[in-house]
């Protein structure tokens, strides 16, 4: 099995969850998005429709308030009124087209850093087995966990539903190997639901890659995408926002974010609206430490955020502080780590050396990199070998 051992640093941020749902501002992009129902300074509620983004999901307002359209910079600005919804259980008897509305219409996308449509997820093929991931593999990333440790049974209950509505045969949790609390808590939970399984995975990384998933866990191979084989891989946040629009129509307008790193204050997760600055809630859990690189996602695959427009999205799921990285890159010395250690089976370092070349590039298929990141964390050059991969992507793209 391709994967690397990578330190944990989970602890960091395991204490008491805090709440920022009460923003004196939230900020929606919407650039190539159609706005479709609201005009500058309309007033809206909490889960009102704004508009419609090109993969089908609706604009929904996070916050009750009005509305600045700020048509240069491609953002509506909704400021808060301070006006609660309140969210009470319905009906959850539905059939499979009124769930996929439901899930479509409540905004459910992948929470796991993706943000795919959940509903074209779900609305092909038949699906025989479910598998909830709950990896987190990512380093000092524990906002999954924390969901769970809120809201386990919620969240196996909402499995056992997707079952019964999708005639689903059979389904795993997959957490990693060596989470004790974590696996008494699922297994005791899940004892009552025989379909429900808790597997534990290799403590490496990518293990929470859906091809990983389901090569351990289904000793099954895809070409494109789980489907092809009958099986849907599902984040765990992703599922426990499904319980929400199914048991309570309340839409995704919400989510806990890791703040966490070396150079983190107060390293803590946090509950927080869709659209929040992440200034303010830096602010809010006291800063950061100076010689700072501030990150949005994961160590591996984030990207460096922009203080001062980047919003916590429906796929944020964590904002790291490390320590600032001034390696500098080095000749490649083709020891081949890159290529020995890439879970895609390409070859990296080749890649970035034609990534000029579109006859080479044809065949080394750049495509197939996941943006897993290993390479450049493995390269003893200290070479950024995923960022020239990414680069010789967008070439494979426009050739
Ligand atoms: S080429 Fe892509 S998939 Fe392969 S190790 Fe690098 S980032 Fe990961
Ligand atoms: S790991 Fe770095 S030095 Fe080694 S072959 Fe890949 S790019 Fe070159």
Redesign the pocket.
């Known amino acids: 099995m391709i994967g690397v051992s990578l330190k944990k640093k989970k602890e960091i941020s395991l204490k008491k969850v805090e709440y920022y749902l009460d923003p004196s501002y939230v900020y929606l992009p919407i650039a190539g998005e159609d706005i479709v129902s609201i005009t500058d300074k309309s007033v809206v509620k909490e889960g009102t429709l704004l508009g419609r983004k090109k993969n089908g999901l609706p604009i929904l307002s996070p916050i009750s308030g009005v509305v600045t359209w700020r048509q240069d910079e491609e953002i509506l600005q909704i400021e808060n009124n301070h006006e609660k919804k309140e969210y009470k259980e319905k009906n959850t008897s539905y059939t499979k087209e009124e769930f996929l509305s439901l899930i479509k219409e409540a905004g459910i996308c992948g929470m796991g850093g993706a943000g795919f449509p959940t509903y074209l997820k779900y609305q092909n093929a038949k699906i025989h087995t479910l598998i909830v991931n709950a990896v987190e593999c990512e380093p000092y990333i524990t906002a999954d966990f924390a969901c769970i440790m809120e809201n386990a049974l919620f969240i196996i209950k909402t499995i056992a539903s997707l079952m019964d509505i999708l005639e689903i045969k059979e389904s795993f949790i997959a957490i990693k190997a060596k989470e004790p609390l974590l696996k008494e808590k699922l297994i005791t939970l899940t004892s009552t639901y025989p379909k429900v399984k808790v597997v534990e995975v290799p403590n490496l990384y990518?293990m929470g890659w859906e091809k990983s998933l389901v090569r351990y866990i289904k000793h099954t191979d895809y070409k494109k995408l789980p489907i092809e084989k009958g099986i849907v891989v599902s984040n765990i946040s992703t599922i426990h926002a499904m319980g929400e629009a199914l048991y309570k129509e309340k839409p995704l307008l919400e989510r806990i974010v890791t703040f966490s790193g070396e150079k983190m204050k107060n390293p803590c997760n946090v509950h927080v609206k869709i659209g929040t600055k992440i200034k303010e809630i830096l602010d809010y859990v006291e800063g950061v430490e100076e010689n700072s690189d501030i990150i949005m996602g994961g160590p591996m695959m984030g990207k460096i955020v922009d203080l001062d427009h980047d919003v916590i999205l429906p796929s944020t799921t964590s904002i790291l502080a490390l320590p600032k990285q001034n390696d500098q890159e080095e000749a490649c010395i083709k020891c081949g780590k890159?290529t020995e250690?890439?879970?895609?089976?390409?070859a990296?370092a080749l890649?970035r050396e034609n990534k000029n070349n579109p006859s080479a590039l044809k065949r080394l298929n750049?495509n197939?990199?996941?943006?897993?990141?290993?390479?450049?964390y493995?390269c003893p050059s200290k070479i950024k070998?995923?960022d020239a991969?990414?680069e010789a992507k967008k070439e494979r793209r426009k050739q």
Not at 341 to 346: D, G, Q
Not at 369 to 376: A, K, P, T, V
């Open positions: 990518p890159c250690n890439c879970p895609s089976k390409i990296p890649i750049p197939a990199c996941i943006e897993c990141g290993i390479c450049s493995i070998v995923r991969v990414m």
